[in-house]
């Protein structure tokens, strides 16, 4: 197997972990703060935060490294339409993640301190609950729009 092959696995296995951790982690944080159960919600959260530690982290580093190192090998200047815009839409879904690790921590946090104290979730944890998930929507939707770029490859307009 040659080094393209290697690295273009590696980025696909990546992406795999990025974006099915990220739509898994929504998907079970989504539906167990409408759950009202707080030591669900404590666990869940402490596990969302433990999932971006262990796979979403590493994976969205892999994930430009390995990518812009497959472009160089093929040959793709950074200034391609396809590239540049996918390259944008990373950066837009970053930008939406970083606040939304910190979101994650204080929600992690907030919970496990209501759980311990048999209290009921404090007014920020659903204000954070809130624009946690709004980031969430242009994150999973610029990492969607990558995903096709990635695939297809489209000519967007010429350079």
Not at 74 to 82: D, E, Q, R, V
Not at 108 to 123: C, D, E, N, Y
Request: hydrophobic residues 55%; aromatic residues 16%; positive net charge.
């Amino acid at each position: 197997m040659n080094t393209y092959l290697v690295l273009k696995w590696l980025h696909i296995v990546s992406s795999v972990l990025l974006v099915g951790t990220g739509f898994g982690s929504a998907f079970f944080m989504f539906f167990t703060n409408r759950s009202g159960s707080v030591a669900a919600q404590a666990v869940v959260c402490r596990l969302v935060v433990r999932a971006d530690w262990w796979f979403t982290t590493p994976a969205g580093i892999v994930q430009p490294l390995s990518g812009l190192w497959l472009a160089h090998m093929a040959g793709w200047s950074w200034h391609t339409p396809w590239l540049l815009t996918a390259i944008m839409l990373y950066v837009l879904a970053g930008l939406c993640w970083l606040p939304v690790v910190w979101l994650q921590w204080r929600m992690a946090s907030s919970s496990a301190q209501a759980q311990a104290s048999g209290r009921a979730l404090p007014p920020s944890y659903q204000r954070q609950a809130h624009l946690w998930e709004w980031l969430g929507y242009p994150a999973f939707l610029a990492m969607l729009a990558v995903f096709y770029l990635m695939v297809n490859k489209p000519l967007l307009w010429t350079a």
